[in-house]
Protein backbone atom coordinates (compact mmCIF):
# COMPACT_ATOMS: atom_id res chain seq x y z
CA UNK A 1 0.00 0.00 0.00
CA UNK A 2 1.11 3.77 -1.12
CA UNK A 3 -0.05 6.47 0.36
CA UNK A 4 0.20 9.88 -1.56
CA UNK A 5 -1.06 13.02 0.12
CA UNK A 6 -2.05 16.15 -2.40
CA UNK A 7 -2.45 19.52 -0.90
CA UNK A 8 -4.63 20.84 -3.23
CA UNK A 9 -4.17 24.62 -4.50
CA UNK A 10 -6.87 27.67 -2.86
CA UNK A 11 -10.15 27.03 -5.06
CA UNK A 12 -9.45 30.67 -6.82
CA UNK A 13 -6.49 29.11 -8.53
CA UNK A 14 -8.24 26.63 -10.06
CA UNK A 15 -9.19 25.98 -13.90
CA UNK A 16 -12.92 27.43 -14.49
CA UNK A 17 -15.52 24.94 -14.34
CA UNK A 18 -13.25 22.21 -12.44
CA UNK A 19 -14.09 20.44 -9.54
CA UNK A 20 -12.89 17.72 -7.10
CA UNK A 21 -14.72 14.94 -8.62
CA UNK A 22 -13.28 16.25 -12.24
CA UNK A 23 -10.09 16.35 -10.55
CA UNK A 24 -10.04 12.87 -9.45
CA UNK A 25 -11.03 11.53 -12.62
CA UNK A 26 -8.79 13.49 -13.86
CA UNK A 27 -5.72 12.14 -11.61
CA UNK A 28 -7.62 8.37 -12.73
CA UNK A 29 -6.84 8.56 -16.31
CA UNK A 30 -3.53 10.00 -15.83
CA UNK A 31 -2.43 7.58 -12.91
CA UNK A 32 -2.78 3.86 -14.44
CA UNK A 33 -0.27 1.77 -13.16
CA UNK A 34 -0.01 -1.84 -13.70
CA UNK A 35 -1.46 -3.97 -10.68
CA UNK A 36 -2.11 -1.23 -8.85
CA UNK A 37 -5.16 0.64 -7.72
CA UNK A 38 -5.94 4.32 -6.83
CA UNK A 39 -8.24 5.49 -4.29
CA UNK A 40 -9.28 8.61 -3.07
CA UNK A 41 -10.06 9.82 0.71
CA UNK A 42 -9.57 12.16 2.81
CA UNK A 43 -6.72 12.02 5.43
CA UNK A 44 -8.49 12.09 8.60
CA UNK A 45 -11.90 10.21 7.36
CA UNK A 46 -9.40 7.66 5.82
CA UNK A 47 -7.86 7.14 9.55
CA UNK A 48 -11.07 7.16 11.27
CA UNK A 49 -12.47 4.60 8.66
CA UNK A 50 -9.60 2.51 9.15
CA UNK A 51 -10.16 2.06 12.29
CA UNK A 52 -13.62 2.00 12.79
CA UNK A 53 -13.65 -1.22 10.40
CA UNK A 54 -11.26 -1.88 8.96
CA UNK A 55 -11.63 -0.14 4.75
CA UNK A 56 -10.41 2.92 3.67
CA UNK A 57 -13.37 3.48 1.10
CA UNK A 58 -16.79 4.34 1.74
CA UNK A 59 -18.16 0.65 1.09
CA UNK A 60 -16.80 -2.46 1.77
CA UNK A 61 -17.63 -5.87 1.24
CA UNK A 62 -15.88 -8.58 3.74
CA UNK A 63 -16.05 -12.08 2.93
CA UNK A 64 -15.84 -14.62 5.35
CA UNK A 65 -14.74 -18.47 4.95
CA UNK A 66 -11.74 -20.89 6.33
CA UNK A 67 -9.51 -20.76 2.74
CA UNK A 68 -7.15 -18.09 1.97
CA UNK A 69 -7.02 -18.82 -1.79
CA UNK A 70 -10.62 -19.42 -2.06
CA UNK A 71 -11.89 -16.59 0.06
CA UNK A 72 -9.37 -14.30 -3.00
CA UNK A 73 -11.30 -15.99 -5.31
CA UNK A 74 -14.24 -14.84 -4.20
CA UNK A 75 -13.56 -11.42 -3.46
CA UNK A 76 -12.46 -10.89 -6.81
CA UNK A 77 -15.81 -12.65 -8.24
CA UNK A 78 -17.05 -10.26 -6.14
CA UNK A 79 -14.84 -7.10 -7.93
CA UNK A 80 -16.22 -8.18 -11.15
CA UNK A 81 -19.88 -7.90 -9.77
CA UNK A 82 -19.83 -4.95 -8.62
CA UNK A 83 -18.40 -2.73 -10.88
CA UNK A 84 -21.40 -3.49 -12.91
CA UNK A 85 -23.46 -1.39 -10.37
CA UNK A 86 -24.10 2.19 -11.66
CA UNK A 87 -22.21 4.35 -9.09
CA UNK A 88 -19.59 2.30 -8.33
CA UNK A 89 -16.15 3.13 -9.00
CA UNK A 90 -12.55 2.72 -7.93
CA UNK A 91 -13.83 -1.23 -7.13
CA UNK A 92 -11.15 -3.57 -6.09
CA UNK A 93 -10.45 -6.83 -3.83
CA UNK A 94 -7.93 -6.48 -1.84
CA UNK A 95 -5.33 -8.97 -2.64
CA UNK A 96 -3.60 -11.47 0.14
CA UNK A 97 -2.15 -14.08 -1.65
CA UNK A 98 0.87 -14.12 -4.30
CA UNK A 99 3.44 -15.92 -2.10
CA UNK A 100 4.46 -19.26 -3.73
CA UNK A 101 4.97 -22.04 -0.82
CA UNK A 102 7.16 -25.29 -1.25
CA UNK A 103 4.37 -28.40 -0.76
CA UNK A 104 5.88 -31.26 -0.08
CA UNK A 105 3.37 -34.11 0.28
CA UNK A 106 5.17 -37.32 1.39
CA UNK A 107 3.82 -40.69 0.26
CA UNK A 108 3.25 -43.32 3.30
CA UNK A 109 3.27 -46.62 0.41
CA UNK A 110 6.42 -45.54 -0.83
CA UNK A 111 7.89 -44.47 2.75
CA UNK A 112 6.98 -47.99 3.51
CA UNK A 113 8.43 -49.38 0.63
CA UNK A 114 11.46 -47.84 1.23
CA UNK A 115 11.97 -48.47 4.97
CA UNK A 116 12.39 -45.40 5.67
CA UNK A 117 10.67 -43.59 8.69
CA UNK A 118 8.18 -40.60 8.15
CA UNK A 119 9.56 -38.95 11.05
CA UNK A 120 13.41 -38.92 9.45
CA UNK A 121 12.31 -37.87 6.77
CA UNK A 122 10.27 -34.87 8.07
CA UNK A 123 14.07 -34.70 10.21
CA UNK A 124 15.83 -34.54 6.98
CA UNK A 125 13.38 -32.06 5.00
CA UNK A 126 13.82 -29.57 8.18
CA UNK A 127 17.31 -29.65 8.34
CA UNK A 128 17.62 -29.41 4.23
CA UNK A 129 15.11 -27.10 4.36
CA UNK A 130 14.61 -24.69 6.63
CA UNK A 131 17.24 -25.51 9.02
CA UNK A 132 17.25 -28.26 12.03
CA UNK A 133 18.24 -27.84 15.48
CA UNK A 134 21.19 -30.47 16.67
CA UNK A 135 23.07 -29.00 20.06
CA UNK A 136 23.78 -25.88 22.01
CA UNK A 137 27.00 -24.56 22.95
CA UNK A 138 27.70 -22.18 25.97
CA UNK A 139 30.21 -19.22 25.78
CA UNK A 140 30.69 -17.92 29.28
CA UNK A 141 26.84 -17.51 30.57
CA UNK A 142 25.36 -17.35 27.06
CA UNK A 143 23.76 -20.33 25.70
CA UNK A 144 23.52 -20.62 21.66
CA UNK A 145 21.69 -23.21 19.55
CA UNK A 146 23.58 -24.88 16.68
CA UNK A 147 21.66 -25.58 13.62
CA UNK A 148 22.28 -26.44 10.22
CA UNK A 149 21.49 -26.38 7.14
CA UNK A 150 22.10 -26.78 3.44
CA UNK A 151 24.15 -24.49 1.49
CA UNK A 152 22.33 -22.18 -0.50
CA UNK A 153 23.31 -23.63 -3.96
CA UNK A 154 21.79 -26.85 -2.85
CA UNK A 155 18.36 -25.77 -2.19
CA UNK A 156 17.75 -22.78 -3.97
CA UNK A 157 15.33 -24.50 -6.26
CA UNK A 158 12.63 -27.05 -6.42
CA UNK A 159 14.96 -29.68 -8.62
CA UNK A 160 17.68 -28.82 -5.27
CA UNK A 161 14.87 -29.62 -2.83
CA UNK A 162 14.35 -33.18 -4.50
CA UNK A 163 17.54 -34.09 -4.62
CA UNK A 164 17.01 -34.49 -0.66
CA UNK A 165 19.02 -38.01 0.03
CA UNK A 166 17.17 -39.87 2.77
CA UNK A 167 18.57 -43.02 3.90
CA UNK A 168 16.77 -46.34 3.09
CA UNK A 169 16.55 -49.87 5.97
CA UNK A 170 19.13 -51.26 4.09
CA UNK A 171 21.31 -48.21 3.81
CA UNK A 172 20.60 -46.98 0.49
CA UNK A 173 20.03 -43.36 -0.15
CA UNK A 174 16.65 -42.70 -1.89
CA UNK A 175 16.03 -39.06 -3.28
CA UNK A 176 13.22 -36.86 -1.62
CA UNK A 177 11.06 -36.69 -5.24
CA UNK A 178 11.35 -41.03 -4.78
CA UNK A 179 8.93 -40.55 -1.87
CA UNK A 180 6.85 -37.37 -2.00
CA UNK A 181 5.14 -35.49 -4.34
CA UNK A 182 7.27 -31.92 -4.20
CA UNK A 183 5.45 -28.57 -6.24
CA UNK A 184 5.06 -24.48 -5.89
CA UNK A 185 1.38 -23.30 -5.15
CA UNK A 186 0.30 -20.09 -4.34
CA UNK A 187 -0.43 -19.31 -1.21
CA UNK A 188 -1.76 -15.86 0.75
CA UNK A 189 0.96 -13.26 1.50
CA UNK A 190 -1.02 -12.05 4.65
CA UNK A 191 -4.11 -13.73 6.43
CA UNK A 192 -6.99 -10.96 7.17
CA UNK A 193 -9.19 -12.60 10.17
CA UNK A 194 -11.90 -10.69 11.92
CA UNK A 195 -13.80 -12.42 15.34
CA UNK A 196 -11.60 -15.59 14.27
CA UNK A 197 -12.36 -15.97 11.31
CA UNK A 198 -10.45 -15.05 7.68
CA UNK A 199 -11.73 -12.72 5.50
CA UNK A 200 -11.29 -11.06 2.15
CA UNK A 201 -12.27 -7.37 1.59
CA UNK A 202 -13.63 -5.58 -1.49
CA UNK A 203 -12.99 -1.93 -1.63
CA UNK A 204 -15.37 0.79 -3.54
CA UNK A 205 -16.92 3.80 -3.57
CA UNK A 206 -19.86 5.94 -4.60
CA UNK A 207 -20.47 8.28 -7.46
CA UNK A 208 -23.40 9.94 -8.19
CA UNK A 209 -26.13 8.53 -5.81
CA UNK A 210 -26.22 7.94 -2.00
CA UNK A 211 -24.66 5.05 -0.19
CA UNK A 212 -28.17 3.70 0.81
CA UNK A 213 -29.69 2.79 -2.82
CA UNK A 214 -26.44 1.77 -3.62
CA UNK A 215 -26.16 -0.79 -1.16
CA UNK A 216 -29.87 -2.42 -2.27
CA UNK A 217 -28.75 -2.47 -5.46
CA UNK A 218 -25.51 -4.18 -4.96
CA UNK A 219 -26.67 -6.74 -2.66
CA UNK A 220 -29.49 -7.50 -5.52
CA UNK A 221 -26.83 -7.78 -8.00
CA UNK A 222 -25.01 -9.72 -5.79
CA UNK A 223 -27.77 -12.30 -4.78
CA UNK A 224 -29.07 -12.88 -8.36
CA UNK A 225 -25.34 -13.34 -9.91
CA UNK A 226 -23.03 -15.02 -6.85
CA UNK A 227 -23.42 -18.46 -5.40
CA UNK A 228 -21.08 -18.71 -2.70
CA UNK A 229 -20.03 -21.96 -1.03
CA UNK A 230 -21.36 -23.76 1.94
CA UNK A 231 -19.66 -22.36 4.85
CA UNK A 232 -18.74 -19.00 3.21
CA UNK A 233 -20.83 -15.39 3.76
CA UNK A 234 -20.78 -11.64 3.07
CA UNK A 235 -21.39 -8.44 4.95
CA UNK A 236 -21.47 -4.53 4.44
CA UNK A 237 -18.98 -2.99 5.55
CA UNK A 238 -17.02 0.50 5.48
CA UNK A 239 -18.78 3.93 6.30
CA UNK A 240 -21.86 2.62 4.95
CA UNK A 241 -22.15 0.63 8.58
CA UNK A 242 -21.64 4.27 10.44
CA UNK A 243 -24.37 5.30 8.02
CA UNK A 244 -26.27 2.28 8.79
CA UNK A 245 -25.94 2.96 12.65
CA UNK A 246 -26.77 6.39 12.53
CA UNK A 247 -29.66 5.74 10.55
CA UNK A 248 -31.04 3.37 13.09
CA UNK A 249 -30.74 5.94 15.83
CA UNK A 250 -32.61 8.49 13.64
CA UNK A 251 -35.43 5.95 12.99
CA UNK A 252 -36.46 6.70 16.64
CA UNK A 253 -34.43 9.90 17.74
CA UNK A 254 -36.95 11.83 15.05
CA UNK A 255 -40.07 10.46 16.23
CA UNK A 256 -38.68 11.43 20.03
CA UNK A 257 -38.20 14.68 19.06
CA UNK A 258 -41.62 15.29 17.11
CA UNK A 259 -43.40 13.44 20.55
CA UNK A 260 -41.52 15.61 22.96
CA UNK A 261 -43.02 18.47 21.23
CA UNK A 262 -46.19 17.12 20.60
CA UNK A 263 -46.39 16.68 24.80
CA UNK A 264 -44.31 20.23 25.31
CA UNK A 265 -47.98 22.19 23.19
CA UNK A 266 -50.44 20.27 24.84
CA UNK A 267 -49.08 21.21 28.19
CA UNK A 268 -49.22 24.64 27.01
CA UNK A 269 -52.94 24.56 25.34
CA UNK A 270 -54.64 21.77 26.65
CA UNK A 271 -56.77 21.62 23.47
CA UNK A 272 -55.76 18.61 21.03
CA UNK A 273 -57.38 21.06 18.31
CA UNK A 274 -55.12 23.60 18.79
CA UNK A 275 -51.76 21.51 19.14
CA UNK A 276 -52.79 20.18 15.65
CA UNK A 277 -52.95 23.18 14.24
CA UNK A 278 -49.09 23.90 15.72
CA UNK A 279 -47.91 20.93 14.86
CA UNK A 280 -48.69 21.21 10.98
CA UNK A 281 -45.84 23.77 11.20
CA UNK A 282 -44.00 20.43 10.50
CA UNK A 283 -45.15 19.31 7.30
CA UNK A 284 -45.10 22.61 5.97
CA UNK A 285 -41.23 22.91 6.76
CA UNK A 286 -40.59 20.17 5.28
CA UNK A 287 -41.80 21.04 1.52
CA UNK A 288 -38.70 23.72 1.75
CA UNK A 289 -36.54 21.27 2.71
CA UNK A 290 -36.92 18.54 0.68
CA UNK A 291 -37.12 20.62 -2.36
CA UNK A 292 -34.02 22.18 -1.77
CA UNK A 293 -32.27 19.09 -1.33
CA UNK A 294 -33.81 16.96 -4.38
CA UNK A 295 -32.32 20.58 -6.73
CA UNK A 296 -28.83 20.97 -5.30
CA UNK A 297 -28.57 16.91 -5.33
CA UNK A 298 -28.10 16.20 -1.63
CA UNK A 299 -28.54 12.76 -0.14
CA UNK A 300 -30.57 12.44 3.45
CA UNK A 301 -27.56 12.34 6.06
CA UNK A 302 -26.89 12.59 9.39
CA UNK A 303 -26.16 16.34 9.03
CA UNK A 304 -29.05 16.84 6.77
CA UNK A 305 -31.54 15.27 9.78
CA UNK A 306 -29.54 17.52 12.36
CA UNK A 307 -30.96 19.83 9.88
CA UNK A 308 -34.55 18.63 9.96
CA UNK A 309 -34.66 18.44 14.02
CA UNK A 310 -33.40 21.96 14.11
CA UNK A 311 -35.91 23.19 11.77
CA UNK A 312 -38.93 21.32 13.28
CA UNK A 313 -38.09 23.44 16.19
CA UNK A 314 -37.99 26.96 14.25
CA UNK A 315 -40.78 26.18 13.00
CA UNK A 316 -43.22 25.29 15.69
CA UNK A 317 -41.89 27.96 17.63
CA UNK A 318 -43.07 30.24 14.94
CA UNK A 319 -46.65 28.23 15.20
CA UNK A 320 -47.39 28.74 18.71
CA UNK A 321 -46.41 32.54 18.43
CA UNK A 322 -48.36 33.11 15.45
CA UNK A 323 -51.24 30.85 17.43
CA UNK A 324 -50.71 32.71 20.40
CA UNK A 325 -51.57 36.02 19.04
CA UNK A 326 -54.20 34.78 16.88
CA UNK A 327 -56.06 33.17 19.95
CA UNK A 328 -55.46 36.33 21.85
CA UNK A 329 -56.94 38.70 19.62
CA UNK A 330 -60.22 36.23 19.09
CA UNK A 331 -60.56 36.55 23.10
CA UNK A 332 -59.87 40.28 23.03
CA UNK A 333 -62.27 40.42 19.78
CA UNK A 334 -65.31 38.87 22.13
CA UNK A 335 -64.83 40.28 25.82
CA UNK A 336 -63.13 36.52 26.73
CA UNK A 337 -60.05 36.70 29.25
CA UNK A 338 -56.59 36.52 27.21
CA UNK A 339 -54.55 32.95 27.44
CA UNK A 340 -51.98 34.09 29.72
CA UNK A 341 -54.86 34.80 32.35
CA UNK A 342 -55.67 31.11 32.84
CA UNK A 343 -59.14 31.32 32.37
CA UNK A 344 -61.09 28.30 30.77
CA UNK A 345 -62.14 29.36 27.11
CA UNK A 346 -65.71 30.50 26.13
CA UNK A 347 -66.55 31.02 29.38
CA UNK A 348 -69.48 33.72 29.73
CA UNK A 349 -68.64 35.46 26.80
CA UNK A 350 -69.46 39.28 26.33
CA UNK A 351 -70.73 39.08 23.38
CA UNK A 352 -71.85 36.73 20.98
CA UNK A 353 -69.29 35.05 18.53
CA UNK A 354 -70.09 35.83 15.06
CA UNK A 355 -68.13 33.98 11.50
CA UNK A 356 -67.32 38.02 10.85
CA UNK A 357 -66.21 38.29 14.19
CA UNK A 358 -63.79 35.49 13.92
CA UNK A 359 -62.42 36.81 10.73
CA UNK A 360 -61.91 40.34 11.74
CA UNK A 361 -59.89 39.08 14.99
CA UNK A 362 -57.86 36.49 13.09
CA UNK A 363 -56.70 38.97 10.13
CA UNK A 364 -56.39 41.53 13.10
CA UNK A 365 -53.74 38.53 14.93
CA UNK A 366 -52.09 38.18 12.00
CA UNK A 367 -50.91 41.56 10.32
CA UNK A 368 -50.20 42.34 14.46
CA UNK A 369 -47.29 39.41 14.26
CA UNK A 370 -46.40 39.52 10.99
CA UNK A 371 -43.16 41.80 11.10
CA UNK A 372 -41.97 40.33 13.81
CA UNK A 373 -42.40 37.02 12.65
CA UNK A 374 -40.56 37.83 9.22
CA UNK A 375 -37.81 40.01 10.91
CA UNK A 376 -37.56 36.75 13.29
CA UNK A 377 -37.36 34.45 10.61
CA UNK A 378 -35.00 36.80 8.25
CA UNK A 379 -32.72 37.06 11.30
CA UNK A 380 -31.76 32.96 11.13
CA UNK A 381 -31.51 32.88 7.53
CA UNK A 382 -29.26 35.69 7.65
CA UNK A 383 -27.23 33.91 10.30
CA UNK A 384 -26.70 30.39 8.31
CA UNK A 385 -25.96 32.12 5.14
CA UNK A 386 -21.82 31.82 6.03
CA UNK A 387 -22.80 28.21 6.79
CA UNK A 388 -24.39 27.75 3.67
CA UNK A 389 -22.38 30.00 1.12
CA UNK A 390 -19.11 28.11 2.68
CA UNK A 391 -16.90 26.64 0.40
CA UNK A 392 -13.75 25.78 2.69
CA UNK A 393 -12.94 22.55 5.01
CA UNK A 394 -15.91 21.00 6.50
CA UNK A 395 -18.58 22.68 3.68
CA UNK A 396 -19.70 19.00 3.03
CA UNK A 397 -21.12 18.87 6.34
CA UNK A 398 -22.21 22.09 6.93
CA UNK A 399 -23.91 23.05 3.76
CA UNK A 400 -26.72 20.57 3.41
CA UNK A 401 -27.26 21.35 7.53
CA UNK A 402 -27.74 25.18 6.65
CA UNK A 403 -29.91 24.38 3.34
CA UNK A 404 -32.34 22.08 5.15
CA UNK A 405 -32.95 25.28 7.79
CA UNK A 406 -32.80 27.94 5.63
CA UNK A 407 -35.27 26.92 2.76
CA UNK A 408 -37.29 24.98 5.56
CA UNK A 409 -38.05 28.13 7.53
CA UNK A 410 -38.81 30.34 4.35
CA UNK A 411 -41.02 27.72 3.37
CA UNK A 412 -42.48 27.33 7.10
CA UNK A 413 -43.14 30.80 7.53
CA UNK A 414 -45.15 31.89 4.59
CA UNK A 415 -46.97 28.70 4.31
CA UNK A 416 -47.61 29.44 8.16
CA UNK A 417 -48.84 32.38 7.77
CA UNK A 418 -51.52 31.40 5.32
CA UNK A 419 -52.68 28.55 6.57
CA UNK A 420 -52.51 28.54 10.66
CA UNK A 421 -54.85 31.58 10.00
CA UNK A 422 -57.41 29.61 7.91
CA UNK A 423 -57.37 26.80 10.32
CA UNK A 424 -57.65 28.33 13.06
CA UNK A 425 -60.83 30.11 11.38
CA UNK A 426 -62.20 27.44 10.59
CA UNK A 427 -61.49 25.58 14.11
CA UNK A 428 -63.78 28.58 15.83
CA UNK A 429 -66.77 28.46 13.43
CA UNK A 430 -66.55 25.22 13.94
CA UNK A 431 -67.26 25.43 17.31
CA UNK A 432 -69.86 27.59 17.07
CA UNK A 433 -71.76 26.09 14.49
Do not use: C
Not at 120 to 135: K, R
Not at 349 to 364: F, S
Amino acid sequence: MIETFITLKPKREWRRGITKEKLIREMNRKMRIDKLWNSFTQPIIGRVDMLSTGIRSEVGVKVFGDDPVRLEAIAIEIEGLLGGVPGAIDTVAIRTTGLQYLDIDLKDDLLAQYGIPKSEALHAISAGVGGAMVTTTIEARERYGVQVRLKQEYRQDIEDVKSIPLTGSNGSQVLLSSVAEIRLVDGPAVLKSENGVLTAVVQTNVSGRDMGSFVKAAQKHLDKNLTLPEGYSTEWAGQFENQLRAKQRLQWVVPLVIFIIFILLYLIYKDLHLVSIVMLTIPLSLVGGVIALFFARYNFSVAVWVGFISLFGNAVETGVVILVYLENSFRTQFGLPRMEEKAQYMEDPNQPITRKGIHAAVVEGALLRLRPILMTAFTSIVGLMPMLLTSGTGAEVQKPLALVVVTGLTTSVFLSLIVLPVLFAALRERQIA
